[in-house]
């Protein structure tokens, strides 16, 4: 983005402008202007009444702010009148670029697990049959599917994944780590794949548009579409990804359990800690939703333990006052507090140290130090949360994403992720979703609400 000199008349304009070519989506044709557009018949076999059109657009920002007052932190207008952001409507073309029968489409999952893997895989094969591609393979475990030769590609067919979405976790496989770039790409020619659709988080859509750039510059004429893969929802410009909303409600249960046995104990503390590295989105949502959190800790709100204002000072109010009392804690809050090892993942991303048993040990010791009976219960149910199947509104949503990666693959993009955004689905390039992560504003209302809700005080 360039930056905004609000002293030239023109810089709205110009501020649009840059916004459009940024988000511009790669195009075949822009390394084969001689590509050959094929008339598609997927809206005829679907009896479907259109194709959306390649000038269709999405409204990004949906608020009209009357005042630099209401707009807080995010105006950079003074006028505050709005600025158009576009982005491209996801979904079938009337041309494609790719011959079903010269299709090999290749599917591959990485990073960790989330509700609704199977779904999308499931919706991508179904669709790419529907094109009337034949050779539609799995890549198994992520990545390194394409480099160990121990990992035979899986076929895959309506038959294979007609059931798939009834059980959590990936039918492919993930994994972290694996091949280099040029690795991957050396497989993806030797093995004549043309169609790339790749389901994973920030670090799996950093490599996919590295493919995707290396297929360019071999001159390989390839479609590599990613589908955004985090439980956290911290994917920018999207409504929310698929896993979310099944994770939140699949925190209920956790954060439930861990109230009954606070309540039932004497001075019972339940501690849960929740998925978000960097975002506290889940923590969040999941506190809101239960109503029986009364702490609430989240990587972007910095806190203090000991101290005056601090949690633990906190926690002995509430056992005086209520006898018990609920923790809810994302997994990347207070990392201050602990000891940071350096250690990092085979993908290269920090290995959190756990908040969660901080909490408790910090938590027994203090009350033991003053002397009050204190019975600290320590839930982590991650692995349980992610390997659940998605709920009914994720299954459509991983539906719907699925559905429009493939449709995105045949009218020629590449590079190019898919979400919702306002309610409608949109490609986006994907260096602008990865540019960062997104996280809860902590003067968002959102946020204020949980806050309202937990009754808890600013631990500084
Ligand atoms: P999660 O949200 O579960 O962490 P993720 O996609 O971020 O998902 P990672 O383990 O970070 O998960 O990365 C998945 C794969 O992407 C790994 O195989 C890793 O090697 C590869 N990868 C990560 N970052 C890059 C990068 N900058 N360039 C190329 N490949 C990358
Ligand atoms: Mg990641």
Redesign the pocket.
């Given at each position: 983005a360039t930056a905004i000199d609000l002293s030239d008349p023109e810089w709205k304009l110009k501020y649009q402008r840059d916004f459009e070519e940024r988000f511009n989506i790669p195009h075949i044709t822009d390394a084969f202007p001689d590509a050959e557009a094929i008339p598609s018949t997927f809206c005829l076999k679907m009896r479907s009444p259109t194709y959306i059109n390649n000038k269709d657009r999405v409204l990004l920002k949906v608020i009209n702010y009357s005042s630099p007052a209401s707009a807080g932190a995010v105006c950079i207008d003074p006028d505050c009148t709005w600025i158009e952001q576009w982005v491209q409507r996801a979904g079938p073309r009337e041309n494609i670029y790719f011959r079903p029968e010269d299709v090999k489409a290749a599917i591959v999952t990485?990073?960790?697990?989330?509700p609704g893997l199977n779904d999308v895989i499931r919706l991508i094969v179904i669709t790419l049959e529907i094109y009337g591609v034949k050779n539609i393979v799995g890549i198994p475990f992520?990545?390194?599917g394409f480099s160990d030769k121990n990992l035979p590609e899986i076929p895959l067919s309506r038959k294979v994944v007609q059931n798939i979405h009834l059980s959590g976790g990936s039918l492919l496989g993930?994994?972290?780590?694996?091949?280099?770039?040029t690795e991957i790409v050396d497989s993806m020619e030797e093995r004549g794949i043309n169609m790339l659709f790749v389901l994973?988080?920030?670090?799996?859509?950093?490599?996919?548009?590295?493919?995707h750039n290396e297929c360019v510059k071999r001159r390989m004429k390839v479609a590599v579409v990613g589908v955004p893969?985090?439980?956290?929802n911290?994917i920018l410009h999207m409504d929310k990804t698929f896993g979310f909303d099944t994770a939140v409600e699949e925190a209920q249960r956790a954060i439930n359990s861990a109230y009954i046995e606070a309540h039932s104990a004497y001075h019972g503390i339940g501690v849960v800690k929740l998925m978000g590295?960097s975002s506290g989105f889940i923590a969040m949502q999941a506190s809101l939703a239960s109503g029986q959190v009364d702490i609430c800790l989240i990587p972007e709100v910095p806190f203090n333990f000991h101290g005056p204002d601090g949690v633990l000072k906190h926690l002995n109010y509430l056992i005086e006052t209520k006898g018990s009392a609920v923790v809810c804690v994302a997994e990347g809050a207070g990392q201050s507090f602990l000891e940071n090892t350096n250690a990092k993942?085979?993908?290269?991303?920090k290995v959190l140290g756990d908040i969660g048993v901080h909490i408790q040990q910090e938590t027994k010791k203090y009350f033991k130090e003053i002397g009050v009976a204190a019975d600290v219960k320590y839930i982590d149910p991650t692995y349980m949360i992610r390997a659940v199947r998605a709920n009914a509104s994720d299954g459509i949503l991983c539906t719907v994403l699925g559905q429009n990666a493939v449709h995105g693959a045949f009218a020629g993009y590449s590079g190019i992720t898919v979400g919702i955004i306002n309610n409608h689905y949109a490609y986006l390039p994907i260096p602008e979703v990865i540019a960062y992560d997104k996280s809860v504003d902590p003067n968002s209302r959102m946020w204020h609400r949980c806050l309202t809700s937990t009754g808890q005080p600013d631990f500084l």
């Open positions: 990485c990073g960790g697990l989330c992520g990545y390194r993930v994994s972290r780590g694996g091949p280099t770039v994973g988080g920030n670090g799996t859509h950093a490599g996919a548009n590295a493919i893969k985090t439980i956290d911290d590295r993942d085979a993908s290269g991303n």
